[in-house]
């Protein structure tokens, strides 16, 4: 399976029909069991472009393509949101099961499969907690055993832990590193954060501002498993340097539009 | 000692006064007191009892009404056109609410006639509404239907609008359609609304029940008390009053632990 996303461009218009340029030739692609880190200053349309690989929005020009066919499933994305995006009316449990009715699956199977998956992100003991009654960090491991449980081709993450604290956020960049190397999918992950794409990423999209267009590609050279102690090596280090001089004069921009 | 000096400014709290304070004996002590001094003008023909009869006057009455059944006639005829009413009203409002809410043509058709037709006090329509359908049992139900329906659709229609988008383009990538995610997101979405809703029409309802009694009708409470005035029967009047505060009382507990069973997640 390849997910090709060929020349996207996204131009909003207002309702007094002025445009803004969201997204410019945007192209690239995401390989079988690939990590892809979308990178970029705030307002570089990386949720756009995620909505639309997702679907949940149309591009002005180009198309996204899922390549390559598998037997047992119709191809399909998911979706870990920013803000949980869990159902409030729903327990741990029912939330992570909704894919699974979608998909007409027989209750005994749904409860297995939301079984590993809740064991996979270490909730057990929270299934019939409401949302409220949970953490932020608690929330998004929901969200994740949630998308993860459709069986994916991709799944995608918009900036999932920027609403966590800094300490739960490193924490939960282990355990995505993990996840990923346990379920072995095709991830895309978008963030803000250089030190966490290089810590996550096969590859690093870097994205200019807007309109967002790719300044670099840049390939991840280090090994896997990634564990903590990798953000003290030279090697990852020089990394964070490398995508942050590509993003410096776009973030310093940004800054001073908004001054 | 340093050169700051030795006054000391001891912070107060500013808040003091925003602290709530309950106040659990006085509330049913002054309830007893004022029954009391009804009771003793009443009593003392400081005001004649046929204006103002006493409490226990009125107590005995209604004891009276409640064994000859008198009460229950009146009580269970205005209960049946509220409860026939306010259900229908519920459904048809439930539905329209999310056919305006989620729809674009219902909600370019729909709006302006709510608009139109939301201002126009509902016992108003109550003699179109006899001319119509006749004098009997349909019409009382039809205001009452009428007055509860606006309240909820017109909740149902906002509570419809702020169905976090979200929580669709979640139900969407995790493989909902159209009408599943009406089902599965916008009616758990709305039932706060709903609720809320039928706080309000139960009101209403209460309000229309006995208006249009009064304008025409030979049963319920509305009808009770009218003719208990023409007679002058100032205590079947006062046990008329009492029973739709019994019913208000009722009706608030009831939906309260409808609440509560039907929101789980908001307690």
């Given at each position: 399976?390849?997910?090709?996303?060929?020349?996207?461009?996204?131009?909003?218009?207002?309702?007094?029909?002025?445009?803004?340029?969201?997204?410019?030739?945007?192209?690239?692609?995401?390989?079988?069991?690939?990590?892809?880190?979308?990178?970029?200053?705030?307002?570089?349309?990386?949720?756009?472009?995620?909505?639309?690989?997702?679907?949940?929005?149309?591009?002005?020009?180009?198309?996204?393509?899922?390549?390559?066919?598998?037997?047992?499933?119709?191809?399909?994305?998911?979706?870990?949101?920013?803000?949980?995006?869990?159902?409030?009316?729903?327990?741990?449990?029912?939330?992570?099961?909704?894919?699974?009715?979608?998909?007409?699956?027989?209750?005994?199977?749904?409860?297995?499969?939301?079984?590993?998956?809740?064991?996979?992100?270490?909730?057990?003991?929270?299934?019939?907690?409401?949302?409220?009654?949970?953490?932020?960090?608690?929330?998004?491991?929901?969200?994740?055993?949630?998308?993860?449980?459709?069986?994916?081709?991709?799944?995608?993450?918009?900036?999932?832990?920027?609403?966590?604290?800094?300490?739960?956020?490193?924490?939960?960049?282990?355990?995505?590193?993990?996840?990923?190397?346990?379920?072995?999918?095709?991830?895309?992950?978008?963030?803000?954060?250089?030190?966490?794409?290089?810590?996550l990423g096969d590859r690093v999209v870097v994205m200019s501002r807007r309109p967002g267009k790719i300044l670099e590609i840049i390939p991840i050279g280090l090994p896997r498993p990634r564990r903590e102690n990798l953000v003290n090596d030279k090697p990852y280090l020089e990394y964070v340097d490398l995508i942050w001089n590509h993003v410096k004069d776009q973030a310093k921009e940004a800054l001073e539009e908004k001054a | 000692m340093s050169p700051l000096g030795t006054e000391r400014t001891v912070v107060q709290d500013k808040t003091y006064f925003l602290q709530v304070k309950e106040h659990p004996w006085l509330s049913l002590i002054s309830f007893i007191i004022i029954l009391l001094v009804w009771e003793f003008v009443s009593r003392g023909q400081w005001i004649p009892p046929l204006f103002l009869p006493a409490p226990s006057a009125i107590l005995l009455e209604g004891w009276g009404m409640l064994k000859t059944g008198l009460i229950f006639k009146h009580v269970l005829a205005s209960l049946s056109r509220i409860l026939l009413g306010f259900i229908m009203a519920c459904i048809v409002g439930v539905a329209v609410g999310i056919l305006i809410g989620f729809f674009s043509i219902p909600e370019a058709v729909g709006n302006p006639l709510i608009a139109a037709t939301f201002p126009i006090p509902k016992i108003a329509i109550l003699p179109l509404l006899i001319l119509w359908l006749g004098i009997g049992e349909p019409s009382k139900v039809a205001v009452i239907a009428l007055g509860v329906f606006f309240p909820m659709v017109i909740n149902v229609y906002t509570g419809v609008k702020n169905v976090d988008p979200i929580l669709i383009k979640a139900a969407l990538s995790l493989g909902s359609n159209r009408w599943r995610i009406i089902r599965k997101v916008i009616l758990p979405g709305i039932l706060p609304m709903v609720l809320a809703g039928m706080k309000l029409g139960i009101g209403i309802a209460l309000l229309l029940v006995v208006a249009a009694e009064m304008v025409a009708a030979d049963t319920g409470i509305g009808f009770m008390i009218l003719t208990a005035a023409d007679l002058m029967e100032t205590k079947k009047l006062m046990v008329g009053l009492i029973t739709l505060s019994f019913l208000g009382i009722f009706f608030n507990w009831l939906f309260q632990k409808l609440e509560h069973f039907f929101i789980p997640w908001k307690h």
């Open positions: 399976m390849r997910v090709l996303i060929d020349h996207i461009s996204k131009t909003y218009t207002d309702r007094k029909g002025g445009r803004t340029e969201t997204l410019q030739d945007v192209n690239f692609a995401i390989e079988e069991n690939e990590f892809v880190v979308v990178v970029g200053p705030s307002g570089c349309g990386k949720t756009t472009l995620l909505n639309i690989i997702a679907g949940l929005l149309g591009p002005s020009s180009g198309q996204v393509i899922i390549e390559g066919r598998r037997l047992n499933s119709k191809p399909h994305t998911a979706v870990v949101f920013q803000d949980y995006a869990l159902f409030p009316w729903r327990t741990v449990l029912q939330n992570i099961v909704y894919g699974l009715e979608e998909q007409r699956l027989i209750k005994s199977q749904q409860l297995d499969i939301a079984q590993k998956y809740i064991a996979m992100v270490g909730l057990q003991g929270f299934e019939n907690k409401y949302p409220h009654q949970l953490s932020g960090g608690m929330k998004q491991r929901v969200a994740i055993a949630r998308a993860l449980a459709t069986d994916p081709w991709l799944l995608m993450m918009d900036e999932p832990f920027s609403a966590l604290d800094a300490q739960t956020r490193i924490l939960m960049q282990y355990e995505i590193s993990r996840i990923w190397e346990e379920t072995h999918k095709s991830f895309l992950y978008i963030t803000h954060h250089i030190q966490e794409a290089v810590f | -």
